[in-house]
């Protein structure tokens, strides 16, 4: 009986509960998110330093359709190519959120270019 219920709970431990997964690779899931948090902080960290040190050029590529301190922001972001001119449109409409020259509005345009990246 008791290798019976042994086998039992073997057996239950490989299934899938629902959002955690396989309690056996826990371990390899918690290596997996630190490697890829550590990837979207440095990413979001190049970011973050760019908006800061070129928010008013940005600012304004955004209102004349673009330049190179926008493309390049959106590639740090990795806005894929095709997405760039929509996200360009989107960002013109919105230019209000992020015009003074504030920390929340730098963060809020960080946050925006984070969102869209890949």
């Not at 959002?19 to 918690?30: F, R």
């Not at 940005?58 to 996200?87: C, F, H, T, W, Y």
């Amino acid at each position: 009986m008791r290798l019976f219920f042994l086998g039992f709970v073997l057996t239950l431990s490989a299934c899938d509960m629902a959002h955690l997964g396989n309690p056996v690779m826990w371990p390899a899931m918690v290596v997996g998110n630190a490697a890829q948090n550590a990837s979207y902080n440095a990413r979001r960290t190049r970011v973050e330093a760019h908006v800061n040190a070129h928010h008013g050029d940005i600012l304004n590529e955004i209102e004349n359709g673009g330049g190179p301190a926008l493309s390049q922001g959106m590639d740090l972001a990795r806005i894929p190519k095709p997405d760039q001119p929509e996200v360009l449109r989107i960002l013109k409409k919105d230019i209000a959120k992020f015009s003074p020259d504030t920390d929340q509005a730098r963060e809020m345009l960080v946050v925006w270019l984070m969102m869209h990246g890949r």
